[in-house]
Structures are given as C-alpha cells and as structure tokens.
C-alpha cells in the first residue's frame, strides 16, 4: 500500500475467500466507506448487506455483445467496469473480487488501468489467500513450496511440466490451483493440463499425501493415487505433500523445524553410553528377552534413539494421550538396515559424548532429516 | 477448520501480520471470545487493548532457567505456556503468534501439542501471510513463485541451495523469508546463508528486480545487485521477480496473463495483410521516411506489432495518460533480431489471415511469453 495517496480517486482492490469473515478489518472499513463498489466476479455479498445498502453496486453483466469474443468477455467486462466507475469519477470505488480461481491476476489488471489514467490511486488490500485458507483448513501441509497455476492460458505446457517435475525432484510442498472453470481455456486443454500433472506426480511418487480443499471448509485427505476426481471444482485447491508430509488425525502435517521440546532419559545417555565405548549390539540382537519388539525389525544399532524425542509422527511415532510421554512404538524406520547405515554415517560427527544428544538435539534433528529423505520412498 | 467441534476445551491458532487492522473478522471475534490470550511472540496488542482488558493475557517471560538451553528457549518457553493454559483447563484459549518470522511452524507445534491430550480441539484461522502482505505491498509480483524458508536449522545447505538454483532455472519469482533473527542457527550460520543466496541469484542474473518489504508496509524496489543489506531486518522479506517482472511506477509487477482487453487498429490488419503476402520489409528498411523510429533497431520485419496491444510493460510499452492508446514508441525488444526471428518461427503456426491477430490474440500472447523467455537476459 503507497505510504502517500495523491489521487483524487482511490481504488481498493480488495479479494474476498470463500467466507466473509476472512476479510480482514482493514479491508472491511474500506467497503464501509467507499462509494460505489464493483463486484467484479458476482460474489454472494448478502452478508455485508446491511453495510453496504446505501452504496451503488455494479456487477459484471453476462451479455455478449458483437464484438464481445468470449474469450475476452470476463476480463472486458471487469475491466469495463472499472473504466466506468472511472469516468463517472467517484471519489472512492471498492473492487471485491474472488480469489479462488486466480491469485494474483487481478492487482495486476488493476495497476494496468490506473497506470493509464492520472489522479488515480489503487490501494491493494493484503488477504487471504487460497494458500492461506487451504493450509489452515489442512493444518500444517506446508513449509518450503511451490504454487502453480494450473492453467495459464499463455504458459507453454512445457513450462508446466519442467515446474512440476522440478517443484517435486526438490522436495517442494506443491500448492496447485486455477485446476478448473478458467475461461479463458478450453475444457479440453483444462482437462489435459490436470491429466498431465497426475501423471507426472503418479510417475514421480503416487502415494504422496494430498489435500483438496474446496470452498466451505470442505476438504478430503489422501494418498495421490486415490484423488476422486469428482471431488474437484472451480473453487478446488490441491496441496500436494513431499516425502515428510504425513497424516496426524485430522490433519495434513509437514515435518519441519518447529518440534516439542525434548525431555531426555536416563536410560537414553545410558545406551549411547554403551554406544559410544562399540559395546552395544549390532544387527539383530537375539538375546534380547523383548525381541521381536517391532514389526519390521531390521537392526538393534539403535534400539535407543539417538533423536528421542522427535515428537514427529512421520515415521510412526506418537504422544500417549494425556500422558507426557512419547512413544516409538509404531516408529519401524530406526530399525531398518539402510536408515541405520545412513546415521551411522552422520552420527559420529556429532556425537561424541552422551550430553551430545542434549546439547546437539538441533544437529540430530538435520541429520534425522537429511537420512529420511535419503531413505524414504 | 474442522467441521465439529468435539473437545471441552478450544484452542485458537491467530497468526497476526505487521497491522492490527489485517486481522480476520473471524480471528477478531475469536480473541474477543477467548477466556485466555497466549501472546507467543509478546506482539504489542495496544490497538487491541479495549477489547481485550478482561481478560488473562500470557506473555511469554524471558527468564532462562538452569536446564533451559537457549536454543530451546523459544519453543519451550510457548509451548509451556500451551501447556499451562490446557493444565488450567480454560474453556477457550487463543494463541497469537507473529508471522513475520516463520509461516507455518507453529500451527505444527499446535497440531501436536493438541495430539498429546484428549479433548483439545484446535482451529487454525487463516490469515494474512508475509506472502499477501509482501505481494500486497509490492503490487503484483508473483505468478507461480517458490516460497523457500532461509534459516530452517534442520536443513541442509545443500538442500537449500538447490531449492534456490531449481526456482531461478525454471522462471519461478521467488519468495524468501526468515532472512535474520532466528534464535535456533548462529548468527554466523545466517549470514551464510544470505550470502549464499546473493551469490547464487547475482551468478544466474544479477538484474532480476527485487522487492525488500519490511513492517509498517515499508519497501524498496531494486536491481538485486542493487540491495542494500542495511534495510533487512527480521521483518524483512524478499520477492526476487523472473525475467518478466519489471517495474510499473512504484509497483513491482510480474507480466501474466490477465491483460486489458486489446483494441485492434487497422493499420496493423493492413500491414499483416501485406506481411502474409511476404510483402513487408525484412531487416532495416532504409527507405522509410521515419527511419530511425527506435533507438535499438535491428530490424524492421515487425514494423506493427503481431502482439500489439500487450498492454504490458515489460518491453517499454507504455499507456499513454488519459489516453486510451497503448504506445510502443519505448519497446525496442520487438526490433531486435532475435526476438524477431524467435516470433517469426512461431508466428507462421498461428497466423494465417488478418482476423487471427483478433481471434487468436491469447496464442499471440503465449508465443510472446515463450519468445521473451528465450530472448530476454
């Protein structure tokens, strides 16, 4: 937002989510005090009813006239719109459009037209986004990522594909919207850009975790091979997990950096005591009166973790419910060969006393993280 | 947002951006309904203040105890006093944390802390990121873009920098946030990792446009060889813009493909009547009187312009002020002969009369973008 308004006419842009209460109070005040206000993709304003009956609303008409191409029909109009608000001079005229199909699209247009007039300034209001609303209605899906707009009339499908790919090789979370209702592109090609990307997402790792979030707070959780195509609408976002997204209940959760702090136990520095001197087992240790004590057992190496607590259910662990306590019990990945070899590996480095694993739990936890991308599929 | 609520006991999740005023209604009304306030980050709520005077405000106490490692203190410091608000067992807990220095962590660490206990149902209320807030301030700078944390202490710098290389080779813009003040990597470490990623963008394109938005919607816009590191400050957040970000008065805009509405002229039909027939000029024609009409002219084959009007200023073009004309006299880009020979190539494919320049006006446009990202540095 320009610090200094020197326009004798003020346009807010504002986008609106799916819920009137996702405006924010700014952009709130100024539809209180504007003019006229320009409902640029027809939204359902019921609920600011009683705010805004005394203003002028224009929506977007649906007529075609002759030298109307379809193709152009919804951003003419729009633009057409404002163009006449414009002429009219009003002093203060409020753009609400939606923000489920396109991003970013609209300030764009809108600094465009108010870079053809003089005296004319635009405010863009800060809101949330289909990336914020879509997370928060997942829970925490996202951490580093890459948002995609499905259908970019003039983007190469080549220039789709190598973003895909790329976002996915890299281990980016992927926000996809626009999958559907883009007029500006035929169903077919609409249709061919979402069979690409399942393709390219199935061909790279089809069982990645996948959430859709529709409008209304409506969202479903998945594996990506599982996606009900059904489900999918205009106002659908997917998020695509990477590797070290999981499920935890209800939510879609990406293991990152934020972690439960660590209560350490004795039993703990005892075995990595051991540990440290080579005098714990290697392999499978037979003599061991709780074996088999997990499902996929591989390997005792570490029959203590070295990134107790992780407090990350990735690999299977979890909070004993009402207790402080968390178990890895379910947690089969410190007890296959190959995780075991990879820590190997990286362990020595950082361990060189027991207190290590109090002090140096930061390190651990990027060495746990570098192995599990190294070994999971 | 989940659909029931099940538990005795709500926790909400707010993430508050630089300005009161970008709060939600829905998060406004949550904290006005809360018995307890978690003030995660200690945020100054003074504008809050009137709403908020009844009520029991925890801030987070900076005392280190003994076994309080300081690279845990963050973290354990709110995540305690989560725990105590849930072990007194309010009805209605809302935390509020600052986004400014992480996106998406905490709803993580919420996630699991509310999976240790039964009964603790939480709502994650979406809100205004740095990225809307960024982008907001900016004007319109992202299209697909790659949102990449700097300072996450369990990755490694391996995996970073080839997060950063893959954005910038496949034409994504660029969102970088956590720049400083992370309490969890050295200051050392940080530095690195800045530096690190100014090498990086300066050896693919030192030119690339960047935006620097800090609080108080402060912003600079530059070269990123241009960036003075004085400016960045915890707040900070960088957008690096592709090659089709450009600057639009005070605003930093990434071309795309919501574009004003074309007005054709007949002139151009005339001379693509007559370029279709292999009648135009091909190079310099030295015979015209207006010659030389462009400062770089390498070529006359598009003495009218097959994309005209772009509407778009990446390439100099420019609406004139209170005009509705749409003036070219700046864009030198479509008299250099690579660009011409790149359009020449694709152009033959897409316009075989006239009335394509009308009709097919978005393959138009998407044969530009492919051009310009081919020919532009």
Redesign the interface.
């Known amino acids: ?3 200094l308004f020197k326009g004798d006419m003020m346009i807010n842009l504002i986008k609106l ?1 799916f ?8 952009a ?2 100024a539809i209180i005090e504007s003019d006229i206000i320009i409902n640029y993709d027809n939204i359902d304003l019921d609920d600011l009813d009683s705010y805004i009956r005394d203003k002028e609303i224009i929506l977007r008409q649906e007529d075609e006239s002759e030298e109307d ?1 379809n ?2 029909s919804n ?2 109009k729009g ?2 719109l404002i163009e006449l608000a414009i002429s009219k001079s009003y002093n203060n005229v409020t753009v609400i459009c939606s923000n489920s199909s ?8 809108l ?3 108010s ?4 005296d004319v300034e635009l405010k ?6 289909p ?3 879509s ?3 997942l ?2 899906p ?8 499905l259908n ?5 499908s080549n ?1 789709l594909e ?2 895909i790919k ?2 996915l ?4 979370v992927l926000f996809v919207h626009n999958l559907k209702g883009n007029e ?1 592109i035929s169903n077919e090609d609409q249709n061919n850009n979402y069979n690409r990307l399942k393709e390219i997402v199935s061909d790279f790792n089809e069982d990645l975790l996948v959430g859709i979030v529709n409008d209304n ?1 409506s969202y479903e959780i998945c594996k990506f091979k599982d996606i009900r195509d059904e489900v999918i609408n205009e106002s659908s976002t997917l998020i695509i997990g990477n590797k070290l997204t999981y499920r ?4 879609m ?10 209560k350490f136990i004795s039993q703990n520095m005892d075995f990595f005591e051991r540990y440290l001197k080579d005098e714990t087992p290697k392999g499978i240790d037979y003599d061991c009166d709780y074996l088999p004590c997990h499902k996929k057992l591989e390997s005792c190496d570490f029959c203590y973790c070295p990134f107790y607590p992780c ?1 990350d ?1 990735l690999t299977g662990g ?2 004993i ?2 207790k ?1 306590v968390w178990s890895c019990q379910h947690c089969d990945w410190i007890h296959l060969e190959e995780p075991c070899k990879a820590i190997r590996e990286g362990l020595d480095d950082i361990l060189k006393e027991p207190n290590d694993l ?2 140096k ?2 390190e651990l ?2 060495l ?3 192995c599990l ?1 190294k070994t999971l599929k």
Chains 1, 2 share one sequence.
């Open positions: 937002m320009k610090d989510s819920d009137i209460g996702d405006l924010t109070i700014n709130f005040n191409s193709v152009y951003i003419k633009y057409s396109n991003i970013y699209g609209i300030a764009n247009l600094i465009q037209i870079s053809k007039h003089e863009i209001y800060p809101g949330v986004s990336i914020d609303y997370s928060a209605v829970g925490a996202l951490n580093d990522f890459a948002a995609i707009d970019n009339p003039i983007e190469s220039e190598n973003k790329m976002a090789e890299n281990d980016f500006f707070y935890l209940e209800d939510y959760v990406t293991s990152c950096d934020y972690i439960v702090k660590p407090a259910g979890e909070w419910k009402g402080n109090k002090t739990h930061i936890l990027k746990r993280r570098e991308l």
